[in-house]
């Protein structure tokens, strides 16, 4: 059973913060609460005090700044997937919302709390990744902005303070040059977390046909979610040939093992690796027109 806590609901984000800096230890923040409330019922913590922040309006808004697009941490994955600014500038973002769980779990869990999670395999972080996502955190001591790739210290660790709210998430549109693909591995089609997933973007130049940008990050196949600079060094600049992009797939399996080091699943996962780099390659050459 789970032990009796009190519940706020905060309207303001400055409530928020002050009731997180004055109560202390034993209190904790609620989003759409479907990783928390697991962790409530297995008794991994019992806090005293949830603050839930699902009613904060700059934790809700999605919204283009600057030429930039900004998620609140409290939007809904649902919300994700029918937002038409993220068809337009994020779709990688939306194509990985729509795969998460189920619909009840998609209304209900948020961006943000995927995030802060922290899981190897939460499907909205290889996408963030290769968006170049910011996150912006705040609490009583002020604001700051942390780009995504530095918040995570492991599987299920980010290095945010216990008093710190993720207010939202940003990076730049991308362009109509850019194409993406998000592929994800399960073992079934929905309600199963992914065993492996493969985010890219990719930008080829018309006239030369060389790779000008490209972004690779996996999912669940290493210990926190990062980008591949040692494969997209390589490929910058060349032709994506199929012997080019046969070298890339292994250089990307390459660096999967080196990063989480020869386990069982190794023989399977590799080749698998490889694989899903390929198709999601190939997506975004083929979606080129
Ligand atoms: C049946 C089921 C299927 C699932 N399938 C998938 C799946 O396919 N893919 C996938 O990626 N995930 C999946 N999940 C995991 C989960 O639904 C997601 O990780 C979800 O996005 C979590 O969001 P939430 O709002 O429910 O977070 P919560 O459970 O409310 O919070 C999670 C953690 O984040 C913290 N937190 C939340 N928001 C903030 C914030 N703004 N600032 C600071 N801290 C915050 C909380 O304190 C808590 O520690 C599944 C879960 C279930 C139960």
């Not at 032990?3 to 309207?11: A, C, G, K, S, V």
């Not at 069982?264 to 899903?276: D, F, G, I, N, Q």
Request: proline residues 7%; charged residues 25%; aromatic residues 4%.
């Amino acid at each position: 059973m789970i032990p009796p806590f009190d519940y706020i609901i905060p309207e303001t984000l400055e409530e928020a913060c002050n009731i997180l800096w004055e109560a202390g230890k034993g209190v904790g923040v609620i989003a759409g609460g479907t990783d928390l409330v697991i962790g409530l019922r297995n008794g991994d913590h019992s806090p005293r005090l949830l603050i839930d922040i699902t009613r904060i309006p700059e934790l809700r808004k999605i919204e283009e700044q600057d030429g930039r697009i900004l998620i609140g941490a409290a939007v809904t994955h649902s919300e994700i997937v029918s937002s038409p600014l993220l068809k337009k500038y994020g779709k990688i973002l939306s194509d990985a919302a729509s795969v998460i769980g189920s619909p009840q779990i998609r209304n209900l869990g948020t961006i943000g709390g995927n995030i802060v999670n922290a899981s190897p395999a939460a499907d909205s972080l290889p996408p963030l990744m290769v968006l170049n996502a910011v996150g912006k955190i705040v609490s009583r001591e002020g604001a700051r902005e942390a780009p995504l790739d530095q918040l995570f210290k492991g599987p299920y660790e980010t290095n945010l303070k216990p008093h710190e709210i993720l207010v939202h998430i940003g990076f730049e549109k991308l362009s109509s040059v850019m194409r993406s693909s998000f592929i994800r591995l399960a073992r079934r089609e929905a309600m199963a977390i992914a065993r492996m997933s493969m985010a890219v973007v990719l930008r080829i130049e018309r006239s030369s046909n060389l790779i000008k940008d490209i972004r690779i990050s996996p999912g669940a196949v290493m210990p926190r979610p990062q980008r591949m600079p040692e494969v997209e060094d390589f490929l910058k600049g060349k032709s994506p040939d199929e012997a080019i992009l046969k070298t890339a797939s292994q250089k990307v399996s390459g660096v999967m093992v080196l990063t989480s080091g020869v386990r069982s699943s190794t023989p399977y996962k590799a080749p698998v690796v490889e694989a899903l780099f390929l198709r999601a390659m190939r997506s975004c050459l083929e979606d080129r027109g």
